[in-house]
């Protein structure tokens, strides 16, 4: 995926009411649009560089998005969790994803479960149907480590529940982390902040949910998942 506009690179000043953030650019001191309901820990300290998309519909509200950050020197972080989807179905149609290959119809947004929505379903014939859930990993810990959720999820525990609830009806249920920073290597559930999160998703796995995690070297010119990376449940 590459960004269809050039990014405007600032200092962030302040990430405020979730979804705001004031960044001070060479235009000036800008309110961008922050596409992250986490906490962002490690990736929202003031004076950090920071990246920013121009809005495509000139009449928004709000001029600029928020994409990177740079939370490590060297080290940019893609923290639009809305991309993550849009990620993850580039690797599969480009064939980067082996586990996921064969199946020549994806379809978005399919509604299941218990009034959710899937963020992919695979379909091919004579196989059972995939359903793939996305999370966007961005949080890390010393020594190549990355961690999922960096705030406590009850909804991400309710997705697994439905995913296990699929594969006990036949069909087959993938979850996919997407990790956008280059410096992790492997990705854990995050025990120290959501432990009902690690247990459901321990659980899941004994239910039958697979789970894979996809590793990117974000740019500012554009980010794409290339390299499998290792998931640690133990």
Known sequence: MRFPSPLLE??????YQRFLADVDTAAGIVTAHCPNTGSMQGCAEAGMRVWLSPAANPARKLAWTWELVEALPGTLVGVHTGRSN???REAIEAGRVPELAGYPTLRPEVKYGENSRIDLLLQAPGRADCYVEVKNVTAAVAGRIGYFPDAVTARGAKHLREMSAMVSAGQRAVLV????RGDVDRVRPADHIDP???RALRDALAA???VLALGA??????IALTRPVAVEVG
């Open 10 to 15: 600032g200092r962030l000043l302040r990430r």
């Open 86 to 88: 849009a990620l993850v």
């Open 177 to 180: 982390f997407c990790v956008q």
């Open 196 to 198: 009902a999160y690690g």
């Open 208 to 210: 039958g949910v697979e």
């Open 217 to 222: 070297t974000p740019t500012p010119d554009g």
